[in-house]
Structures are given as structure tokens and as C-alpha cells.
């Protein structure tokens, strides 16, 4: 028997080796990459704003039109094992980035815990964090940047 049978997929696969279901399952729904980002022109650093993206169900912290976000939201980005590693605004406790750094996943990730809420209860999640974006205008974002370590 291969040692692997015996580890959880994300442990015995690389992401390019996961199913879709697998893959999907690593979003640990703090809805962190759904946070409005600014990027300075100049030096290309980015801003986390504490503005959601207006599909976004901030308590929830999962997308409302997940199936047809890249149609109705053309600049939601899909993330995919072929361009995660050029993706540099992913949040630092995001599960596809831990994986792709040789990480395990924390505790509070509910493949881990078998608990969806415990994103939320660990204070991962933006869940009581943020406004979403249905009332803010874009030219507005810039009076909510947040300072953190996403």
C-alpha cells in the first residue's frame, strides 16, 4: 500500500494533480481575495481596501455569483495551479498559497478542523470586517485602504 493512500489529497497531491472538487475545496471561504485591491501605478505595490467585492455575501464570505463571476465581474480573477505563483496579492494565510509554498494547512481550515465556521472563529475571515461594495464608489476606495498582513 502507497504511504499516500494514507494522507489527505492535499497532502499526497500537488494542485496541478487535484480535481476540480479538490481544488474548489481548498478555499477556506475567509473572503479575503475578494477584498477591492489598489494598485500603485509606479512601484506596483498593492493596497487591501475593507470593501468587498459587490457579489460577495460579506457574512458568508463566499461569492453570490461564484458560476458566472468572471462574466459579470470581467476583472475577477480564476485562479488556477498555472497562475497562482504569478498572483502576488494572494492573502499570506490563503490555502492554495500555503500549498504552493510546501505549507501544511492551519487548524482552522475546515478541511482540516471539518468545520466551515472555524475560518470565521480563528478571525481569518473578513466576516464582520468589511463593507461590501454595492456602497462604496470605486473613487471612493481609496478612504478605505486597510493597513494588514492579507
Given amino acids: ?12 497531491k500537488s494542485l496541478s494533480e487535484m ?13 479575503r481575495c475578494c477584498l477591492e485591491k489598489l494598485e ?5 505595490d498593492v493596497s487591501y481596501t475593507s ?14 455569483s461564484y458560476n458566472e463571476r ?11 495551479p498555472n497562475n497562482l505563483e504569478n498572483i502576488i496579492w494572494m492573502p499570506l ?7 504552493m509554498e510546501k505549507k501544511d494547512l492551519e487548524w482552522w481550515h475546515p478541511l482540516v478542523s ?3 465556521e ?16 454595492l456602497f462604496v464608489l470605486p473613487e471612493q476606495l481609496d478612504a478605505y485602504v486597510i493597513n494588514t498582513d492579507l
Fill in 118 to 133: 472555524s475560518v470565521h472563529e480563528a478571525g481569518i475571515s473578513v466576516r464582520n470586517k468589511v463593507i461590501s461594495g
Fill in 114 to 116: 471539518g468545520r466551515p
Fill in 19 to 31: 480535481s476540480q472538487e479538490e481544488w474548489e475545496s481548498l478555499c477556506d471561504g475567509c473572503g
Fill in 93 to 99: 494565510t490563503c490555502a492554495y498559497r500555503y500549498l
Fill in 51 to 64: 470593501v468587498t467585492c459587490p457579489h460577495m455575501d460579506t457574512w458568508e464570505c463566499r461569492c453570490l
Fill in 70 to 80: 468572471s462574466i459579470i465581474e470581467p476583472e475577477c480573477l480564476l485562479l488556477t
Fill in 1 to 12: 500500500m502507497d504511504d499516500n493512500d494514507n494522507k489527505p489529497f492535499w497532502k499526497s
Fill in 40 to 44: 500603485d501605478p509606479d512601484t506596483g
